[in-house]
């Protein structure tokens, strides 16, 4: 796990630590030494620490003026035993929520495993974004049946034409009109 790096394609585009809106501004990763590591494994430096044992992060994109944000994972998303979202959506989410962000495309192509528990952070999130959406993409099949059983296609958009993105082929903002129009279409 240690050899799987947070996209730096958009990089000079967008540092969330070098944007004082954003949660993670400031925040430096000692590329010298792994510091982090999920049941034992040590992951890239440069993923950003949310206070969860099991999940880490990276912002990669955040547009003020559309109000959009694009956050890739890495880890196991568990809610049962480490409350994961609430980690995720009092140190990240609502940050991000105060300084107009609407619309996220969350990544989880290196989400191995999904423990779920209450939805009520997720239901929370979904009232926080009333005009927006909250968009899965790229996460693996058995993520997704695990997200469907605790209902979290309530909140969240994933599964079907979003899951077909290639979007490290994108630039962000084609990347949020691209799932935007996606959902606009889920949505008739």
């Avoid at 944000?69 to 998303?77: A, R």
């Avoid at 609502?94 to 969350?106: A, N, R, S």
Wanted: glycine share 6%; proline share 3%; with cysteine.
């Amino acid at each position: 796990m240690h050899t799987i790096e947070p996209f730096y394609n958009w990089i000079d585009q967008y540092s969330a630590t070098e944007d004082p809106r954003s949660p993670l501004y400031g925040a430096e990763n000692n590329l010298m030494e792994y510091t982090h590591n999920i049941y034992g494994y040590y992951i890239h430096p440069q993923w950003d620490d949310i206070e969860s044992e099991t999940l880490f992060l990276k912002i990669l994109f955040v547009d003020y003026d559309l109000g959009f944000g694009v956050i890739q994972f890495i880890g196991e998303w568990n809610d049962t035993l480490h409350n994961d979202i609430m980690h995720l959506k009092r140190n990240i989410i609502d940050p991000m929520v105060q300084e107009g962000i609407t619309h996220f495309i969350l990544i989880g192509e290196n989400v191995f495993n999904f423990h779920g528990s209450d939805d009520s952070y997720y239901e929370e999130w979904f009232e926080d974004v009333e005009d927006g959406w909250i968009a899965a993409i790229c996460f693996q099949d058995f993520v997704l049946d695990e997200m469907k059983q605790y209902n979290l296609d309530y909140y969240i958009n994933f599964g079907g034409t979003l899951e077909q993105i290639n979007w490290r082929t994108l630039e962000p903002r084609l990347l949020f009109n691209r799932v935007g129009n996606l959902i606009q279409k889920r949505l008739g």
